[in-house]
């Protein structure tokens, strides 16, 4: 904790006092141009990866990265996604996954969180992911099994985004699109899914096409 106020007390002496002007501006409102989705894991920071400050992202964390489908649960996720679609009218949504995620080892093997009955009930919306996994990637194992995971299942939140009504009205009037990331922590690297390849690649400055311009088949399997 002591650190924490320590650097609460540097940020308000020598941060705070050189960006003035930003938040005084911020005060007034935001409004930033892409909703960023990813893990709640300690390791992620998007503003950090991206290099972007305060009032660029609007941030959702959650564990996995999950976004329920608009039929199955409606939450502070939902909300969130509503309110940056609608309210805010964001022109960009990210799926970002990551490397070394503890709940897509939970997909991989649930026994890691029994016990954990909340944990247990929310990895319910990666259910797909799994099967998905089961079903196409039985050849794979260890490293290479736990990539394909974390990448179907950025896929996966993001087939379920469209189940949105906000999300699908943006997508369909051509004011919305869509993205789906995958950063790896040990490198710095961030792997963007190009639809027309079908498969995940490095994320150069060029960038990929975004998912509603070369839609993705109901074949989630990569």
């Not at 650190?3 to 006092?17: A, D, E, P």
């Not at 960023?36 to 990866?49: A, G």
């Not at 960009?92 to 649930?110: K, W």
């Not at 990637?137 to 009504?165: C, I, K, M, W």
């Amino acid at each position: 904790m002591q650190r924490l106020v320590q650097g609460l007390h540097h940020f308000q002496s020598q941060v705070f006092s050189s960006h003035k002007d930003l938040f005084e501006r911020l005060e007034n409102g935001q409004s930033p141009e892409t909703l960023f989705i990813t893990c709640s894991d300690s390791r992620i920071d998007p503003n950090l990866i991206t290099q972007t400050g305060p009032g660029e992202l609007f941030i959702l964390r959650n564990v996995g990265n999950l976004v329920a489908r608009y039929d199955e649960h409606v939450g502070s996720t939902a909300a969130a996604i509503e309110f940056a679609v609608v309210a805010l009218k964001v022109r960009e949504i990210i799926v970002c996954g990551h490397s070394n995620c503890g709940a897509m080892q939970a997909v991989l093997d649930p026994a890691l969180i029994e016990g954990l009955p909340a944990m247990k009930a929310w990895m319910s919306h990666a259910a797909e992911t799994g099967r998905i996994v089961r079903e196409n990637y039985s050849d794979l194992e260890g490293e290479a099994r736990f990539t394909a995971t974390v990448e179907e299942n950025v896929l996966v939140q993001l087939e379920n985004l469209r189940t949105h009504p906000s999300v699908a009205a943006a997508i369909e009037q051509g004011a919305l699109r869509l993205h789906g990331w995958v950063y790896k922590i040990q490198t710095g690297e961030v792997f963007a899914y190009d639809a027309s390849q079908a498969q995940f690649t490095a994320l150069t400055e060029a960038g990929v096409a975004p998912l509603d311009e070369a839609h993705r088949s109901s074949d989630l399997s990569i």
